[in-house]
């Protein structure tokens, strides 16, 4: 039961609502006997960057990959360093040097949460996104011809391994048999993209024999961004490739109300590498200082982590605590229309635990 997790806030909100996540965690520690210790680090930061001019120290992976998990706030302060920097600079190294193959986020419609789908109700929308996050689409395989002619030519490949396919698919058929729906949805265009999605298709069917009680069924891209919007309550597991699953999991926690809420997880299944857990939002500089963050997906991604650990209990009791908040208006931030500040509504949501 004893877990050492390296913990980086980064910027702006980062700052805020982080304290709130441990705060929780500690909550659900205490709650479950399990012995966490927190080691806290400065970098992945645009204030480690104005100091030392990078995001992160060379041993950076040195001093983290030790630990069993990785609970990040939000990266970036676009006034001071470009977005490119302190993110390839910073959260983009943890994925790609730790093998964080999966990510997850889960799109569940809570009480309390204004819904932007007209007529959906808390318990018609809950599946989880899973995107494939080290391949496909994002190579930086190509480059540009004739630059600066009129014979300008530019090229970027889209790599798929049977491996890199196989493992997430394994994954979200893993996850899938073990909801009670048991569904599976993959994400494709094969109508379109001639070589690699009937390729992906290819080896969702051949992953579907190995798992029979897994129903399976795919919808080209275009159609299933309409169905996230129309029929939400269809899906249970949706797993797609890297753009593609880039796209579902940001239309699917949009579908579910405020951005302040959703958590995201970057996990390398295996436990070769930390995996990582963060807020899907940013640093949100326009309303950082203030005190007025929604501390809930800093909060939830802290249950992710507990679950990625093995404590399941000790996940559910957290993801309990949250909508039990969420479902009281007194106990809920501005952005909710709520009267707290992200400490307070922090404080609310670990004494429910
Ligand atoms: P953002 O998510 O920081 O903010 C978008 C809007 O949502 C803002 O109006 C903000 O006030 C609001 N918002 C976000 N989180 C909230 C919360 N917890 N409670 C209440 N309101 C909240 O996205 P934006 O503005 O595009 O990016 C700002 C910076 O964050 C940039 O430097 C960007 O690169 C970085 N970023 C970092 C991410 C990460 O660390 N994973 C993810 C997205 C953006
Ligand atoms: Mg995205």
Not at 62 to 90: K, N
Not at 94 to 109: A, G, I, S, W
Not at 143 to 169: F, P
Not at 265 to 283: D, Q, T
């Amino acid at each position: 039961n004893t877990h050492r997790i390296a913990v980086l806030a980064g910027d702006g909100i980062g700052k805020e609502v982080m304290p709130e996540g441990l705060r929780a965690l500690k909550a659900a520690a205490k709650k479950f006997d399990l012995d966490l210790h927190f080691d806290e680090f400065d970098f992945a930061s645009c204030d480690y960057y104005a100091r030392h001019g990078e995001m992160m120290p060379q041993d950076w992976k040195d001093r983290v990959g030790g630990h069993d998990a990785i609970f990040f706030g939000a990266v970036g302060w676009p006034d001071t360093v470009p977005d490119h920097i302190s993110l390839w600079g910073s959260l983009l190294q943890f994925r790609r040097e730790f093998d964080q193959y999966v990510n997850l986020r889960p799109v569940k419609l809570m009480p309390g949460v204004p819904c932007p789908l007209a007529g959906r109700e808390p318990g018609d929308i809950d599946f989880l996104v899973v995107r494939e996050n080290t391949e496909g689409e994002y190579s930086s395989i190509g480059g540009k011809m004739y630059a600066g002619t009129e014979r300008e030519i530019v090229i970027q490949e889209t790599v798929m391994s049977r491996q890199g396919i196989d493992r997430i698919l394994a994954f979200a058929f893993d996850v899938a048999q073990s909801r009670p729906r048991k569904k599976l949805t993959s994400a494709t265009k094969s109508n379109g993209i001639s070589i690699t999605m009937p390729y992906w298709d290819e080896r969702v069917a051949e992953m579907s024999k190995t798992r029979p009680d897994v129903s399976v069924d795919q919808y080209h891209i275009d159609i299933l961004t309409a169905h996230f919007v129309l029929n939400p309550d269809r899906f249970d597991v949706v797993v797609g490739s890297n753009l593609f699953g880039d796209i579902l999991s940001d239309l699917g926690p949009a579908c579910t109300g405020t951005i302040g809420i959703a958590p995201s997880a970057n996990l390398n299944p295996p436990k070769n590498f930390p995996s990582l857990f963060e807020p899907v939002h940013g640093s949100a500089p326009d309303i950082a200082g203030q005190g007025i963050a929604n501390p809930v997906g800093q909060i939830w991604a802290g249950a992710m982590m507990l679950d990625h650990l093995g404590h399941s209990d000790a996940a559910s009791a957290m993801t309990d605590a949250i909508e039990g908040v969420l479902a009281d208006e007194t106990l809920r931030t501005k952005d909710l229309g709520g009267p707290l500040g992200t400490e307070e509504c922090g404080k609310a949501i670990a004494a429910a635990i």
